[in-house]
């Protein structure tokens, strides 16, 4: 069972950048489809970026797109979430998710919540305008 603990939130200005990270222990981290969801308050969940076991694939919500990029570093068991030009809107809890990916999905990502096996607790990002 892999365990996720995210980091790297906290407060930013409208057009700020903040690198978020997601360590993963526990599991064979290469073996899992990564992705990112947030949380708004008053809101639903929602997804953000995913990426594939083997990184060479990702994907991403239209609403951050151009502005968010995934990725993984799979020597040290992290996947990050590079976003730029925040907005008051990117508001939200932000969690990591983790799907075990046989090896013959190792081009895949997942979209859904449903679709993941493992989540972190979240971390805050807050963006002032």
């Known amino acids: 069972q892999v365990q996720l603990v995210e980091s790297g939130g906290g407060l930013a200005q409208a057009g700020d950048s903040l690198r978020l990270s997601c360590a993963a222990s526990?599991?064979?981290?290469?073996?899992?489809?990564m992705g990112w969801f947030r949380q708004a308050p008053g809101k639903e969940r929602e997804f953000v970026a995913a990426?594939?076991?083997?990184?060479?694939?990702?994907y991403y919500a239209d609403s951050v797109t151009g502005r968010f990029t995934i990725s993984r570093d799979n020597a040290k068991n992290t996947v990050y979430l590079q976003m730029n030009s925040l907005k008051p809107e990117d508001t939200a809890v932000y969690s990591c998710?983790?799907?075990?990916?046989?090896?013959?999905?190792?081009?895949?990502?997942?979209?859904?919540?449903?679709?993941?096996?493992?989540w972190g607790q979240g971390t805050q990002v807050t963006v002032s305008s």
């Open positions: 998710a983790a799907r075990l990916t046989a090896i013959y999905g190792t081009g895949r990502y997942y979209l859904e919540e449903s679709e993941y096996n493992y």
């Open positions: 526990g599991g064979t981290f290469r073996t899992y489809a």
């Open positions: 990426i594939s076991r083997s990184g060479s694939s990702t």
